[in-house]
């Protein structure tokens, strides 16, 4: 399905995290009601009501809980299964296509003809990626409150789900993979939105350019990426087998025995 290689670039899911952060940090957490969870001898003493107050970002992830309506749970349960799984759906994606051999190599890549090392280039790649970000993770583990290891996390994933949307022909597969960039875009706008500074928000995502990096890299070397255009033009040999074919009449005829 060529039309969604060139409808839907391999960029396109970090362009919205882009997008995503801009509203995030751009709209007021105090609009939103945050319920404030009692911890210590507090908590024993079971509240008549809960305890709302207006969400100021930072809020404390712990004590805090934003009141979205309908997207309350779903919220908790993605940052639940995204910190905890996260890293790993990339990879969950590169094995189905492996299995599938859904992957589309770039032929300039060398060792093409063994499918195994072919394989064995892409795993490389997300590896190398993922240690890029336990390094970040390692690095600015001292400085969370300037930059949000969440953030990371989801570029991180966005640009190895980018180079299997890059890369892959299989639809369901395809599909899967743009649920997960969806949920982790919907985790970077409630992590942006409440829970980081808008300065620790944006630096995570600038760290990200160096996992895009990788992605860019990638898809750089698909011949098949993008729509395709057709050479048309003829030079004078091909174009006098042409008007020999439509005139049969005109061919010079050989010499008589």
Known sequence: MQWRRWLVGPLLPFVLLLVALLVATNLP????KCEVKETGNEAHHAPSEAKLIDCKRPIAAKTEIPQLGDFTRPAFTVNY???STGPLWPYFVLLMQVCDDD????E???W????SVKSMKILAVFLSMSCLRLLFFICMRPYNRFVSDHIVLVTCMLAQLQISL?????TLLYWIAWAMVLLGLFEAFITAWFYHTVFASWTGCLSGLAFQGFTCWVARDLEDFGPKYVDCTLDAKDYMQLED???????PSGPRR
């Open 245 to 251: 074919a439509a005139n049969p009449k005109k061919r």
């Open 108 to 110: 300039r890549w060398e």
């Open 29 to 32: 957490s105090t609009i939103i």
């Open 166 to 170: 890059a890369l892959g022909k299989n």
């Open 103 to 106: 992957l589309t190599i770039p």
């Open 112 to 115: 093409q003809r063994f499918p």
């Open 81 to 83: 299964w995204l910190a």
